[in-house]
């Protein structure tokens, strides 16, 4: 089933590319797209416990869903994770 849900933090493709990386290795997770001018994330989960365990990571990582506590560790995460995407962006 097809997804899109809108984030918080999402700054550069820095954030997309870490976004992608991490989301892509989950089980039953495929086809991850980051759109950074409307910080939405699309994917592809082979059920709905799926698309929850992607909200779960994405929290994790630093990008909570729109709408859900943004708190200023996750706010710090998410810049962790936008300097490991920049580093590891591959163009």
């Not at 994917?43 to 799926?50: H, I």
Request: hydrophobic share 30%; glycine share 6%; with cysteine.
């Amino acid at each position: 089933m097809k997804n899109t849900v809108k984030i918080q933090n999402l700054k550069c493709g820095g954030c997309a590319n870490t976004i992608v990386t991490q989301l892509s290795k989950l089980d039953g997770i495929s086809e991850v797209q980051v759109d950074n001018d409307t910080d939405e994330v699309s994917f592809t989960a082979a059920s709905e416990n799926d698309t929850e365990t992607v909200k779960t990571k994405l929290s994790h990582l630093g990008y909570p869903i729109d709408g859900d506590a943004n708190s200023l560790p996750k706010k710090a995460k998410s810049f962790v994770s936008c300097a490991v995407g920049r580093m590891t962006k591959q163009d």
